[in-house]
């Protein structure tokens, strides 16, 4: 009798498609009672080249002149711009040098990320997608050295180009995409492929109706010999990626418009029979959606590193608001219901900060960024989300004035209302928060999962090593570390209390794990809500570990009052773990207006000014 499998129809597709490589980074170890130290201790925070840093002054001085105002009414990014960007070699940051490129690290194109985030989304994503997950990324992981020697020179020196992966009814199921590739075969050998589809939400793609931005494309598509394979549920499902040129005939693109990040070029290709040469697909037929994947894994490290400009722009305008603005004879960031805001943005900020320099360091040494990367994703957009309607709350009735009537009254002019429009459609792109916390979950329990696919469809032995599995993490799970205070004497003692509950969470989630996995077996992928509850505990350690390992950097610890912000974010990340008994809690409350208090009078006087560090300010403009 056959066995049933555990994964059917699409969810089958992802499976096969998944990296099944162990994961070895940080936070898996966070599901299995062991937190992973020593990938925190074994590095610093990366240090920026002298020519990143020379670029990124001019890079700077050249962004300065954007009037982001105009890019949201006009719905376009001045071509002087691109011009003098292309001409920086702004598109090339990532491509290496001996094909045009910059070839700067993932922390230094961070860095300028965290630059374009400060000042206007549209230029941020139009650069991001550029390089993070159009052309140049795929073809870095998986194209040959004559796809290479083709076309990044071309890239770097400003040609724009884009990722078509997503379709009208298609967005995270990937599996499902429609677009196809049809053979072309001569003397039983594919020499090429009739590109047939539609594609949707497409960044870089579109100038304006019928017209390309981009002048490649990576496009996903299914491949098959004949088009009726696509309504066949028993036909074999490969997927292949191919560089497109979108000045091949059978191209045509339609712009779409947004309520935010205005000036965006973002649209709907369609392909008509375009034919595609053989020597255009990127790595094998099979491995489409891995690329896919793969590249979704790096590009995601963009948009919270952008999302660090924005809480940057945020805390600066913030603190200059809540000391100027008078109300009920103080200044408004000593009401400890306007303080906590400000200290808020600040721990936020500080944290946002220490997760991406941790990954980008681990980038940087080819480390295992999977989880990471879509940890840094979720936590970025949702901490700058909730800072900047924390900015709109604390502007009042200025934050819905357009900047244009703030500064007919002499004022600065504060885009809170654009930058919450466009701040919000981060927690949907490039993966939603919801897709992302599932897929965590997948990807963190997987060797539960597939433990306990053994035990139902397994050899006798691995029958037999699955239940010692189980029973190692259980005592993994309830006893402590076997070398108490080792990991608290490489952060110093100002952080013991900090690691000790990390190590003591990571025990309890591991217990959790178990206990939902053996309950619930072949249906705990069912279980969202329970899932989404696991990573949420796993988002508030990570952050955690990184803050401790930041701030205790020989370089930070100088840094003034970094003990009290990192103490605080330490304390709201306990909070939301539950970890304190009630009683301490409703101590704590009761001190917690003082200590705001006292935080956001520092913040205000501006000794933390060094966190706003590596934008474009606004009040500047």
């Known amino acids: 009798m056959a066995k049933p499998d555990i994964f059917q129809g699409s969810v089958a597709v992802a499976e096969a498609a998944r990296d099944k490589a162990s994961y070895s980074g940080f936070l898996a170890g966070l599901f299995e009672a062991d937190v992973r130290w020593d990938l925190l201790t074994s590095i610093g925070i990366p240090e920026v080249s002298q020519p990143a840093l020379e670029f990124l002054k001019r890079f700077k001085t050249a962004i300065a002149l954007l009037d982001p105002e105009r890019v949201d009414s006009e719905g376009e990014l001045p071509e002087p711009l691109l011009k003098t960007l292309a001409e920086l070699g702004a598109f090339g940051i990532k491509i290496p040098k001996r094909f045009g490129g910059q070839e700067f690290t993932q922390y230094e194109y961070q860095k300028v990320a965290t630059l374009c985030g400060s000042l206007d989304a549209s230029l941020t994503v139009l650069l991001s997608a550029a390089q993070s997950i159009g052309v140049p ?332 599995y189980y029973a190692r993490m259980a005592l993994r799970s309830c006893l402590p570390s076997l070398r108490p205070g080792q990991a608290s004497a490489r952060f110093g003692k100002d952080y013991a209390p900090w690691v000790r509950l990390i190590e003591s969470s990571s025990r309890r989630l591991t217990r959790s794990t178990l206990v939902a996995t053996l309950r619930h077996r072949q249906s705990l992928h069912h279980k969202q809500l329970l899932l989404q509850h696991l990573v949420n505990e796993s988002l508030w350690l990570f952050p955690m570990a990184a803050m401790i390992w930041y701030a205790s950097q020989p370089e930070m610890r100088t840094k003034p009052g970094i003990l009290d912000l990192a103490t605080y974010f330490c304390q709201d990340m306990a909070e939301h773990l539950g970890s304190a008994s009630s009683l301490r809690r409703s101590i704590r409350g009761h001190k917690k207006d003082t200590t705001v208090n006292n935080l956001a009078k520092k913040i205000m006087r501006g000794e933390y000014a060094w966190l706003e560090e590596g934008i474009v300010p606004v009040l500047e403009k």
């Open 137 to 468: 990324e795929p073809l870095r992981l998986f194209g040959t050295e004559e796809q290479k020697a083709k076309y990044l020179p071309r890239l770097a020196r400003g040609e724009i180009s884009g990722f078509a992966l997503t379709e009208p009814n298609v967005g995270c199921d990937i599996s499902k995409v429609e677009t196809c590739a049809v053979r072309v075969i001569e003397n039983g050998k594919t020499i090429a492929y009739r590109l047939t589809g539609e594609k949707f939400f497409i960044t870089n793609s579109a100038k304006s109706d019928g017209e390309f931005l981009s002048s490649m494309l990576v496009v996903i598509a299914r491949i098959v010999d004949r088009p009726e394979e696509l309504q066949d549920p028993h036909a074999q499902k490969r997927y292949g990626a191919f560089i497109v040129e979108p000045r091949w005939p059978g191209c045509s693109v339609t712009r779409l418009r947004f309520e935010g990040v205005r000036g965006i070029y973002n649209g709907a290709p369609k392909f008509d029979h375009v034919h595609v040469p053989v020597e255009n697909r990127l790595g094998s037929e099979d491995d489409g959606l891995r690329i896919a994947l793969a590249t979704l894994t790096v590009g995601r490290l963009t948009l919270p590193a952008a999302c660090l400009g924005g809480l940057k722009q945020c805390l600066s305008i913030m603190r200059w608001w809540g000391k100027k603005r008078i109300q009920w004879n103080r200044p408004i960031g000593e009401h400890s219901l306007i303080g906590e805001k400000i200290c808020r943005a600040a721990a936020y900020t500080l944290a946002l900060e220490a997760v991406m320099a941790f990954c980008g360091a681990w980038a940087n040494k080819k480390g295992d960024l999977r989880l990471e990367s879509a940890a840094a994703k979720i936590i970025g957009s949702e901490w700058y989300w909730e800072v900047v309607n924390d900015l709109f709350q604390m502007r009042g009735g200025r934050g819905f004035m357009t900047v244009e009537s703030q500064r007919k009254f002499g004022e600065f002019g504060i885009p809170a209302m654009r930058m919450l429009r466009d701040a919000r459609i981060n927690l949907v792109w490039e993966g939603t928060s919801e897709i992302l916390r599932i897929w965590m979950a997948r990807e963190a329990l997987s060797p539960y999962i597939e433990q306990g696919i053994e035990f139902l469809q397994g050899t006798l032995s691995k029958k037999i090593e699955a239940p010692l």
